[in-house]
């Protein structure tokens, strides 16, 4: 798979429409072409301290950001039919199923791969398979974790790794 887009989402609490950012990765023949970073007002609107201790976005970070359906327009274009791919795509897939349940957008059925999956299968004495994990043992240094660009950025890093396996 030589194009494809790389998404990351980062919630503000339990409720997986609560998307406060995003970020995504274009790659087209092998090469990283565009970089996307949003961050959004989520629905519902408040912040579990233990998702702020985790990416560090707080309400009024957000308070005065575009709800989901105008950032998703801006994205929409970008992907067009590109496969998705995200690293546990167990969250971020219903994430933007969910957003577009929340706000009545239909659902273009979006594939989706996992690098999660993947890494596992390639991988499998690695001490765990978390994204920092994986993407150090491929060569990229992941350093701001839990941002969605960076995040989104090292699933693209370990994707183009793994199709050269």
């Known amino acids: 798979m ?5 998404i990351d989402f980062e919630t503000a609490n339990q409720h997986r429409s609560s998307v406060c950012s995003v970020g995504i990765v274009i790659v087209k023949n092998d090469i990283i072409v565009d970089r996307f970073y949003r ?14 201790e985790c990416h560090g976005i707080t309400f009024n970070d957000t308070v005065n950001s575009p709800l989901f359906p105008d950032v998703w327009a801006e994205i929409a ?10 690293h546990n795509k167990s969250f971020d897939e219903p994430c933007l ?21 993947a890494s596992r299968r390639y991988f499998p004495k690695l001490e765990n398979h978390q994204l920092h994990t994986v993407s ?8 701001n974790h839990h941002h969605a660009l960076a995040d989104a950025e ?3 890093e370990i994707a183009l790794k793994l199709q050269m396996l």
């Open 136 to 143: 150090a043992h491929v060569g990229y240094i992941l350093d």
């Open 39 to 52: 961050l959004i007002k989520p629905n519902p609107n408040f912040y579990c301290r233990w998702a702020t």
């Open 2 to 6: 030589k194009d494809f887009a790389a």
């Open 97 to 117: 199923k969910k957003c577009h349940e929340v706000y009545d957008i239909p659902y273009p059925n979006y594939t989706f791969y996992c690098t999660l999956q």
């Open 154 to 156: 090292a699933c693209a």
């Open 77 to 86: 274009p970008r992907i067009a039919d590109l496969p998705l791919i995200a």
